[in-house]
């Protein structure tokens, strides 16, 4: 039933609006549905391969410096990390990928790992690396009949997953926003995405994984781990449903059936996004915006969702994203998603909206400038209901940061069971204003969480944090090399002074869970700006960092895949 009733709120939104006028062998699990044979490398071998496959498989490529195309390789979306590696591998297929690891490991090479090519820190482009394994060519997403679930590349991104799954056979994962991210990093930190409160991370509906690792003797094997209970590789596909990219192995593919699917047809193998959505973006001006009116905006935005953190329930399709944009910007801006197919969505969507402007006396008005990631969207003033895909296709591609090749940034984040205090939202509030960065692009994004993520528990995946309610991404993004030291000196203390009471980081605790680790930040290795004694790791990882450590030993006894947070051996 359609539900386009205009409410209080819509008229009284029009006229604040008004007011406001602006070649080795596989080692296959033995597990449950598993009938695959060893190796790798025939199509008569066992191994799953892409059907139909779209184009010949591409050969495996060595890119040197002298290379015309090194320059653009070595590189990915931040531009702060530059690499200068003896050779870019580019790969097309997982034997070509054994092939690669098994000459790194013969020759003591170190080899780091390119999917999408968004990590935040230099984990992939660093002065130590000295082989790029470029996964950027295997994109390949399919039906296997063999495990009853999609394979999806590591190179996939993640916009051209949802669209051929959901024109092949209506269905989705619970990805990210992005619409260039790779699968591989993003899968094995989390996976956290616009229908998170309805069908929750990426890695609920994971399946199993194939990574390539090399043991203690330097001998190369692919492996493939399910979450089958007698699967002898089970921790291996545990490890990577939220204990991050580069720490084990390379991952090749994926392959996701939701837990809950029955029988053998592709169609209901995974969840079905909603038919349609409600899209909507307000805005408030910086110029009207008080310190008091910016802590009760804020506040009323993290007390919704502490109060609708649990799963279920009528706002379960409801995902918003709070932009307090630096004052530079001009405005501040609500962008929110709301699943069209509740009953009574448009009231539902009224009611958060009245919820989060209530007592805040500042006009509202459209979106007219850019936002982190988005353009202006004016449009978008009035929600306007719009089939899902449409929907991801627009907030994944409707920006120009992403897409801007200088493009250089830097990030932090935060997990929150409970609201911050009005003393927080104040210190927000004052580096929000300062004069400098003068920079229109440096925010800090409140993001709606709880729902379904919430329904599992911490130890069943490796992604510990399923009791929060909300999180925070502080971030700026920047192009001129010669403005790193304003930005970044910026955002340090933003960070730092927020969560100054729990030693600059928001530490594990009743209000707070640590960090995401997709969102990856250095700093929080730094006792200079992590004064708080509790190590990165339990950060990100919480209680699980001993057991991924466990797993890191068992599959990566010699630390061959490491950066600057990798998990540590034992």
Sequence with gaps: MRDDSKSSWSRRRLLGGAAATVGASAVVSAGAGNALAAGVGSPTDGTARPWPSPTPELRATEITPSDPRYQDLVRGMNQRWVGRPESVRVVGSPAQVVGVVREAVARDKKLTVRSGGHCYED??????????????????????????????????????????????????VPGGMCYSVGVGGHVSGGGWGMLAREHGLIVDHLYAVEVVVADAEGNVRAVIATREADDPNRELWWAHTGGGGGNFGVITRYWFRSPAATGTAPEDALVKPPGEVFLSAISWPWERMTERAFIRLSRNFGDWHVANIRPGGRYSGLMSFLQLNHRSNGEIGLLTQMDATVPGARRLLDAFLDAVTDGVDVPVGPVTRAMGEHGPMPEYF????????????????????????????????????????????????????????????????????????????PQDTAYAHRDSAFKLLFQSYWSDPAEDGTNITWLRELYKETY????????????????????????????????????????????NYPRLQRIKAAYDPADRFRHGQSIRLP
């Design 123 to 172: 984990f992939v482009f660093n002065p130590g690396t000295q082989i790029v394994l470029d996964m950027s060519e295997m994109t390949s997403v399919y039906w296997d009949q063999r495990f009853r679930a999609f394979a999806v590349e590591a190179g996939a991104k993640l916009l051209d997953v949802y669209e051929r799954l959901f024109k092949g056979w209506g269905v989705t």
């Design 382 to 457: 009035e929600p306007r209901r719009m089939p899902w895909l449409q929907s991801a296709r627009y907030l994944g591609t409707t920006n120009s940061t992403l897409v801007d090749p200088t493009l250089r940034g830097d990030y932090k984040s935060s997990f929150h069971k409970r609201n911050l205090d009005d003393e927080q939202f104040a210190t927000i509030h004052r580096h929000l204003t300062r004069t400098e960065p003068d920079n229109p692009r440096a925010m800090v994004l409140i993001s709606s969480y709880g729902g379904a993520v919430n329904a599992v528990r």
């Design 500 to 543: 100054r009471r729990t030693g600059g980081v928001p530490v594990p605790d009743r209000v707070t869970d640590g960090c995401y680790v997709n969102y990856a930040d250095i700093d929080l290795n730094d006792p200079r700006y992590n004064t708080s004694g509790v190590p990165w790791y339990t950060l990100y990882y919480g209680a």
